[in-house]
């Protein structure tokens, strides 16, 4: 096979393709040109034994197409000593007459007809290229493997992982990631604790790739890490903290669904690739950036399944009278917002005798008090994951989220004397100096509801609050718009 | 099969820890800051810690975080190195609040505060990765674990066995 040598003065190159209808129309003008003394490179892009016959070499690997930044087949590129001084794309008959000085050249084609799109720009295959060819522009060190490694065990071994396999962080997919994101790869986001080491886009983007996002997810992904940094979401406690909770991540916004992700059936399971792989990507991030990694300094002495992935989308679509939580937390509908939440894994709540909002309501409530301990209030803040069968109670009733959550807030007020430390034979309690006051379990902004979940099923979740939300003002969940 | 090149998704931090500030060598005119750390019941041990210290006639001035989850705020920070010559920090008993007391603990030294952390035994490892992580060879005490469920008298007894630790690690003598 042949190959391109460098192109002296005057070299003509021509790039095609074997399916290319165009390129297979351009062969009589081709030829007309190479009898009339022209010499053309001809480079194929798929097919090696296309155009054999007039010399044609290939360019499997779209190494010369990559250099020549071709657009189209056929591309047809006049070279001088000092580099490109014409080009033609697709058929365009007065265009090759003039580049070629053939001002009778293929008289019998038609005027004009478009190309087809170049191999080498394929989605996948040009960030390739620039990989292997161009100027990828990653800082991060390189980790060269040798070429009998597992790539998969390589990033066991290297530590970078959840426990679960990962995406090897390829320059390509690193490339392909940041093109989720019109931000310059090295801006730095913020410092990740615990080590409060700085990320940069770019590290951002190799923890999404290893996560198995897609870059059409990676703005969200930002934005939850820049929530995740704000200083009151107290990233730095609640990675390192004994307690169970990780951060939970609900998205808003018409983004949801643009990206497919599940707010419906098993919406805080298994199975969508981008609510998987979002909450992986925050997790990563915080393990490979900042540093936190389970016995070192995250010392959580049970964890819980959430400290894998924890993100969800809220259902706006099958109740559009329901406000979402990004609205409750003061943004318009139809933001794309991201809310985090520093939470633990789920509890459930079964309840399928209650008929009435005021049946549901004191219901509700009989379980969110055990969050933490039952005798423990304004220690934690809580997540209501409400189910649509749930929720159309309130809703056929009439109530909206600003009345059911003041109804649960309500129904969860005790007198302080069956909380103190020691009252009803319990250790644990509130402090006795509280005895005579009425309690509320949760701060008044500290439980938010979310509504989700599959259509049927008289089921809905808790997910507890980090022992961190006590402090009222220093730690509270974090909304923040996602930038597209 | 080729080989592959991947990227580090690391912070790339170095491994080798920068030594502490070296401490006075006596405690002679110097204010010792008592650091509270915000932690349940950690006042109880910093109540005991000031009072020895008075014994010995050495200044103490007390501080507070507002929470144990959170690196000390920039204005305590800032309090501490214009009126003290040395920091205390007590007492982390859990993971949180050893990150976080770690990371007051090397700010105050980058700024000239030398100190040491007052720990639980628990969170020996959580202290030496933290500092390891950031490149620190910070210095530190550790008390019985745990420390939530003690009465203050035992508190107080904890104090007292470690106390001349405490002074051992913020002066130079001992280096």
């Known amino acids: 096979m042949n190959t391109l040598a460098n192109p002296d003065s005057s070299t003509l190159l021509l790039f095609v393709k074997a399916e290319c209808e165009t390129c297979q129309l351009v062969v009589p003008a081709i030829e007309e040109s190479m009898n009339a003394g022209n010499t053309i490179e001809i480079l194929v892009q798929d097919d090696a034994s296309f155009l054999n016959e007039l010399g044609s070499i290939s360019d499997l690997a779209l190494e010369e197409s990559f250099r020549w930044d071709v657009e189209t087949t056929p591309t047809l590129i006049h070279v001088g000593a000092d580099g490109e001084l014409a080009r033609v794309e697709g058929w365009d008959r007065e265009g090759w007459q003039r580049l070629l000085n053939m001002p009778t050249l293929g008289s019998d084609l038609p005027e004009f007809q478009p190309g087809c799109g170049s191999k080498s720009r394929e989605p996948g295959i040009h960030e390739t290229l620039i990989a292997e060819y161009g100027e990828p522009g990653i800082c991060s060190r390189k980790v060269e493997l040798d070429k009998w490694d597992d790539e998969m065990e390589s990033c066991f071994e290297h530590g970078w992982t959840d426990g679960l396999p990962v995406t090897p962080p390829t320059d390509a997919r690193i490339v392909r990631m940041l093109q989720g994101t019109r931000r310059d790869s090295q801006e730095v986001i913020g410092k990740v604790p615990p080590n409060l080491a700085p990320v ?7 923890n999404a790739v290893m996560a198995g996002c897609k870059p059409e997810y990676f703005p969200v992904v930002l934005a939850a890490l820049e929530a995740a940094l704000e200083p009151v979401f107290t990233m730095h406690g609640l990675l390192c903290t004994t307690c169970f909770s990780s951060p939970v991540i609900v998205v808003n916004g018409p983004i949801a669904k643009q990206i497919g992700m599940n707010w419906g059936m098993n919406v805080l399971g298994q199975g969508n690739r981008a609510n998987a792989t979002i909450g992986r990507a925050l997790q990563l991030i915080i393990r490979n950036v900042g540093g936190g990694i389970p016995g070192e300094l995250d010392r959580s002495t049970l ?18 009278e329901w406000e979402p939580l990004s609205v409750s ?16 894994g789920i509890q459930g709540f079964i309840d399928q005798r209650s008929r009435t909002p005021e049946e549901l309501t004191k219901s509700l409530a009989m379980s969110l008090l055990a969050v933490g301990h039952v005798k423990l209030a304004e220690f934690t803040n809580a997540m209501l994951v409400i189910s649509p069968e749930h929720h159309s109670i309130y809703k056929d009733a009439g109530w909206n989220r600003k009345k059911i959550t003041d109804a649960l807030h309500a129904a969860m007020r005790r007198p302080g004397s069956e909380l103190i430390e020691g009252a009803q034979g319990v250790g644990e309690g509130v402090v006795a100096s509280r005895e005579s006051e009425t309690i509320n379990k949760f701060w008044p902004e500290g439980l938010l509801i979310v509504r989700a ?9 808790i997910c507890a609050g980090w022992t961190g939300g006590r402090f009222r003002d220093q730690s509270q969940p974090v909304t923040r718009e996602i930038k597209l | 099969m080729t080989a592959t090149a991947l990227r580090d998704p690391t912070a790339e931090t170095a491994e080798v820890n920068r030594p502490r500030k070296p401490p006075p060598q006596s405690l002679d005119d110097k204010t010792v800051a008592l650091l509270d750390i915000g932690k349940m019941r950690g006042d109880e041990f910093v109540d005991r810690m000031e009072q020895l210290f008075a014994a010995r006639g050495i200044a103490t001035k007390r501080y507070k975080k507002p929470t144990n989850t959170r690196t000390a705020p920039v204005e305590i920070i800032q309090d501490i190195v214009s009126d003290v010559d040395i920091v205390v920090i007590a007492l982390s008993d859990c993971g949180s609040c050893t990150s976080c007391s770690t990371h007051d603990l090397n700010d105050l030294d980058q700024l000239g505060i030398p100190g040491v952390n007052v720990l639980t035994e628990e969170f020996r490892h959580a202290f030496e990765q933290q500092c390891s992580k950031i490149g620190f060879g910070g210095a530190s005490v550790y008390t019985p674990h745990p420390m939530q469920n003690r009465t203050t008298e035992q508190l107080h007894e904890f104090a007292d066995s470690v106390f001349e630790e405490i002074v051992a690690a913020i002066t130079s003598t001992n280096e």
């Open chain 1, 200 to 206: 940069t886009v770019e590290k951002a983007a190799i």
């Open chain 1, 303 to 320: 964890g819980g399944p959430g400290k894998f992935t924890f993100c969800f989308a809220e259902d706006e679509y099958s109740d559009p």
């Open chain 1, 329 to 344: 937390r003061g943004f318009e509908r139809g933001q794309n917002t991201v809310t985090l939440f520093q939470g633990d």
């Open chain 1, 453 to 461: 979940g599959g259509q049927a099923g008289l089921y809905s979740a």
